[in-house]
């Protein structure tokens, strides 16, 4: 009788660690796994393949494209991204710092030049685009001015970087599309 126990327990021992092999060789990947993109390094604003039209904002905010000069240095490590980007136009030079978490769970960063407003987003990574969602809203305030999506892909390559952003909602009231944003950039 105790045999046919130890049996019946050794045979319900090696259905076990099978049923559990069968299920870790399930959830492990059969092929290689994809590989992420890398947006670490310089990267800089190529005028000649940005279209024409690539900043369409609101009349006051118009950017002349013929003198606007940037570069970005982007810092990917790990769920944490930093982006440093200095730019030129019209003279005027401007650097705007800010950090950005992959996963999703949101971030504060503060707007240049103004203690009251802050733009507050939430950053995902799905395959090669980097999608940040944000609205500018007044800092400690739950009212929001107005919001932005942005969409960065990286080429397969690994040396060009598309940047696209629109305004939310993206037309105003007559149907136009407002703050539409299109930048290229290439790996320095």
């Given at each position: 009788?105790?045999r046919?126990k130890m049996?019946?327990?050794?045979?319900?021992?090696?259905g076990?660690a099978?049923?559990?092999?069968?299920?870790?060789?399930?959830?492990?990947p059969?092929?290689t796994?994809k590989?992420?993109?890398?947006?670490?390094?310089?990267?800089t604003f190529?005028?000649?393949?940005?279209p024409k039209?690539?900043?369409?904002t609101?009349?006051?905010?118009?950017i002349?494209?013929?003198?606007y000069q940037?570069?970005?240095?982007?810092?990917?490590?790990?769920?944490?991204?930093?982006f440093?980007?200095?730019?030129?136009?019209?003279?005027?030079?401007?650097?705007?710092?800010?950090?950005?978490?992959?996963?999703?769970?949101?971030?504060i960063?503060?707007?240049?030049d103004?203690?009251?407003?802050?733009?507050?987003?939430?950053?995902?990574?799905?395959?090669?685009?980097?999608?940040?969602?944000?609205?500018?809203?007044?800092?400690?305030s739950?009212?929001?001015m107005?919001?932005?999506?942005?969409?960065?892909?990286?080429?397969?390559?690994?040396?060009?970087?598309?940047?696209?952003?629109?305004?939310?909602?993206?037309r105003?009231?007559?149907?136009?599309?407002?703050?539409?944003?299109n930048?290229?950039?290439k790996r320095?």
């Open positions: 009788m105790i046919i049996l019946y327990c050794l045979l319900l021992l090696l076990l099978a049923f559990a092999i069968d299920a870790e060789a399930q959830v492990k059969s092929s796994p590989p992420t993109p890398t947006f670490t390094g310089t990267w190529v005028r000649t393949e940005t039209d690539a900043f369409k609101p009349k006051p905010l118009e002349d494209v013929s003198s940037e570069e970005m240095v982007i810092e990917h490590d790990g769920l944490k991204m930093t440093r980007r200095t730019s030129i136009s019209n003279g005027d030079k401007l650097v705007i710092e800010r950090v950005f978490y992959t996963d999703g769970r949101g971030e960063n503060p707007i240049v103004s203690d009251s407003v802050e733009t507050v987003s939430r950053t995902t990574l799905k395959g090669r685009k980097l999608i940040i969602e944000r609205i500018i809203r007044k800092r400690g739950a009212e929001k107005f919001g932005t999506m942005s969409e960065w892909t990286v080429s397969k390559d690994d040396q060009t970087l598309i940047e696209r952003e629109t305004s939310l909602p993206s105003d009231r007559y149907g136009r599309t407002i703050g539409l944003v930048r290229v950039y320095k």
